[in-house]
């Protein structure tokens, strides 16, 4: 047990709707990430919050969105889905310190988002 | 923007048999990190490496980074069928805030 949980862990919805992914990091770690890993695919790094600012830029897609609440937690939010949205969605966090050697990652259980 | 390369991107094996799976950066690392994800699994850190030329050891794995800290290498002697999975490095850039993750070696062991 890795200390990161996302819920829901499973979630099926239609083209078109809009769904929200949320992640609590382990305690104490102030940096969240979020990842998309398409079947039988790499992790394609999509956003990084830190401390409730965004940090990061990946290959997010307009229609997505996340932030980084008071409490810590996450939430990515995808809308307008298409069926190639279809993926499991990790969240990772790391610990507060950002100097070379101690941004190790701590992921979820991911939450897999089918689109029908 | 930074990539990062792994080869092979498949690989099965007969227990018994090593394995090695090598990583490439396009740019610079300050450091390099190694995550396992077992089939249906998330992603689990097995170790980082910072200084150039570093090699260290973790039972039958042993991590190397390069002298250049461009690419680094997984190998894992006599394989166990405990070790399938997917391997992942993942590399921040020298300066760079982000962690790139590899491509991913998916490795099957069979008796």
């Known amino acids: 047990d890795s200390g990161v949980t996302q819920t829901p862990k499973h979630l099926i919805t239609a083209t078109g709707q809009r769904v929200t992914l949320r992640c609590s990091p382990r305690?104490?770690?102030?940096?969240v990430y979020w990842y998309q890993q398409s079947l039988d695919q790499g992790l394609q790094f999509l956003i990084q919050?830190?401390?409730?600012?965004?940090?990061a830029k990946g290959n997010i897609l307009e229609r997505f969105s996340a932030q980084q609440f008071p409490d810590l937690h996450s939430e990515l939010n995808l809308s307008s889905l298409e069926l190639g949205d279809s993926a499991l969605y990790f969240c990772?966090?790391?610990?507060?310190?950002?100097?070379?050697?101690?941004?190790?990652?701590?992921f979820g259980p991911g939450t897999r988002l089918t689109v029908l | 923007g930074q990539q990062v390369m792994q080869i092979p991107q498949y690989q099965h094996v007969q227990e018994g048999e090593d394995f090695t799976t090598y990583c490439n950066s396009s740019t610079t690392l300050s450091n390099i990190q190694w995550y396992k994800q077992r089939p249906g699994g998330h992603p689990v850190f097995l170790i980082q490496?910072?200084?150039?030329?570093e090699v260290k050891k973790q039972k039958r794995l042993t991590f190397q980074f390069g002298e250049a800290k461009k690419n680094s290498s997984l190998h894992i002697t006599a394989t166990q069928t405990t070790d399938v999975g997917t391997y992942f490095c993942?590399?921040?850039?020298?300066?760079?805030?982000?962690?790139?993750f590899g491509t991913g070696t998916q490795l099957k062991v069979e008796l």
């Open positions: 990772a966090s790391s610990g507060i310190r950002l100097a070379v050697g101690s941004d190790t990652q701590y």
């Open positions: 993942a590399g921040r850039a020298r300066g760079g805030n982000k962690l790139t």
């Open positions: 919050y830190y401390n409730g600012e965004e940090r």
């Open positions: 490496l910072v200084k150039s030329g």
């Open positions: 305690s104490g770690d102030l940096s």
